[in-house]
T-cell receptor
Framework: SQQGEEDPQALSIQEGENATMNCSYK?????LQWYRQNSGRGLVHLIL?????REKHSGRLRVTLDTSKKSSSLLITASRAADTASYFC?????????FGTGTSLTVIP | EAQVTQNPRYLITVTGKKLTVTCSQN?????MSWYRQDPGLGLRQIYY???????DKGDVPEGYKVSRKEKRNFPLILESPSPNQTSLYFC???????????FGSGTQLSVL
């Protein structure tokens, strides 16, 4: 399987703290994306980073990509209770998308 | 409103009874795909379609069929469901070259 893995599986932080989650993948990629899922609902796209990019920002989100290590990290700054959700990375090889196993983030008010 | 619509939201059936989960998108997307989500396993791709009349197997296609006769629709067919197909299913779409996937709300399927 070419499925990626997120680390940690679960993360619990206080509101206002930063949350960092990591993703490792197995093959060469075109892009890497991060998605958010609330309570078994459909995934929502957060941010995309291309294979020739090393870092990207969007609001309170910061994504890094290290293609030599086949890894990415997602940083959520100044977390809020509403950020409580599961976060998935997804790699794109052109035709197929491979999702990681997800990080469950709980932000405590 | 741009969206991917899946039906039904919940489905309980018995082993061997054929069923179809519908998926429709109103964004004129070329690419559509189906995933199943199981605890601890994340999302795994079942089938995908690059355009009308073009479908390909994903990682876990066994026991499933799809068709893409129209651009907007991509139904998932379970001809003889088994209990190991109990799962949460998602349909998703994206425009060619866009890469950002739009997801449906999911179908929770239970096969007894």
């Amino acid at each position: 399987s070419q499925q990626g893995e997120e680390d940690p599986q679960a993360l619990s932080i206080q509101e206002g703290e930063n949350a960092t989650m990591n993703c490792s993948y197995k093959t060469s990629i075109n892009n890497l994306q991060w998605y958010r899922q609330n309570s078994g609902r459909g995934l929502v796209h957060l941010i995309l980073i291309r294979s020739n990019e090393r870092e990207k920002h969007s609001g309170r989100l910061r994504v890094t990509l290290d293609t030599s290590k086949k890894s990415s990290s997602l940083l959520i700054t100044a977390s809020r209770a509403a950020d409580t959700a599961s976060y998935f990375c997804a790699t794109d090889t052109g035709n197929q998308f491979y999702f990681g196993t997800g990080t469950s983030l709980t932000v405590i008010p | 409103e741009a969206q991917v619509t899946q039906n039904p939201r919940y489905l309980i059936t018995v082993t061997g009874k054929k069923l179809t989960v519908t998926c429709s998108q109103n964004m004129n997307h070329e690419y559509m795909s189906w995933y199943r989500q199981d605890p601890g396993l994340g999302l795994r791709q079942i089938y995908y379609s690059m355009n009308v009349e073009v479908t390909d197997k994903g990682d876990v296609p066994e026991g499933y069929k799809v068709s893409r006769k129209e651009k907007r629709n991509f139904p998932l067919i379970l001809e003889s469901p088994s209990p190991n197909q109990t799962s949460l299913y998602f349909c998703a779409s994206t425009a060619a070259g866009n890469e950002k996937l739009f997801f449906g709300s999911g179908t929770q399927l239970s096969v007894l």
